[in-house]
């Protein structure tokens, strides 16, 4: 089953390989602070970001209707037990519909990330995008039956640990960063960004899932 990719086709390779000098946005009130200004600001949407996830996610894995799949992977990632990477068992058929709709609930959850990075910083967006990929890429596997539940948790657990000291990386970047319109990544930065928000506005992992 054909799962549509999240990064543009058109992104180059050098923006592929995402290196720490990418250009990003910052909003226009940003371009003439000092670099500490400009780092509590990210700082404090940064965080604002994460507050919105944790209070998405607790919802979703506080759902009632949802508690025969809960116990199968963690809310968030770093928290997988070492029981859930090693379960065996696979997504029964009956079980289908709920997971996509879990699923579902708990990506959009990432909207709020998304949608802080397209504003603030689009250099994030690409990593953001490389993990979406590989956890739907993996959830389309396990709706499938083609890997276990322990096999998905282990790939989520990858795709988080891949993303994490690239998303580091450029947010130390960004503190000394401001944008210029000439640089040509600076547009292929803002494609990044419209497709994420796309994305999580369609999201096709649930037509992939059906």
Not at 48 to 58: A, I
Not at 62 to 76: C, D, F, H, I, V
Not at 93 to 120: G, I, V, W
Request: with cysteine; net charge neutral.
């Amino acid at each position: 089953m054909f799962l549509p990719r999240l990064l543009p086709p058109n992104i180059s390779p050098r923006v592929r390989a995402a290196c720490p000098a990418l250009a990003i946005l910052i909003p226009l009130a940003l371009a003439g602070c000092a670099a500490r200004d400009r780092a509590n600001a990210l700082d404090a949407e940064f965080r604002k970001t994460g507050v919105e996830m944790h209070t998405c996610l607790n919802a979703v894995w506080s759902n009632p209707a949802y508690a025969k799949l809960t116990p199968r992977m963690a809310e968030y990632a770093k928290d997988t037990t070492p029981s859930q990477r090693s379960d065996a068992s696979t997504l029964q058929d009956d079980e289908k519909p709920l997971f996509t709709q879990m699923y579902a609930a708990a990506t959009s959850c990432n909207q709020a990330q998304a949608e802080h990075a397209a504003r603030a910083m689009p250099t994030i967006v690409l990593y953001l995008v490389q993990r979406q990929n590989m956890i739907d890429d993996a959830a389309v596997d396990l709706f499938q039956q083609r890997i276990s539940w322990g096999a998905f948790n282990q790939r989520r657990d990858n795709a988080y640990a891949t993303a994490a000291p690239k998303i580091n990386a450029a947010l130390l970047a960004l503190e000394d960063w401001l944008p210029d319109q000439n640089n040509p990544e600076w547009l292929q930065h803002q494609i990044a960004a419209r497709a994420l928000m796309q994305y999580y506005e369609e999201q096709p992992i649930v037509s992939a899932m059906n």
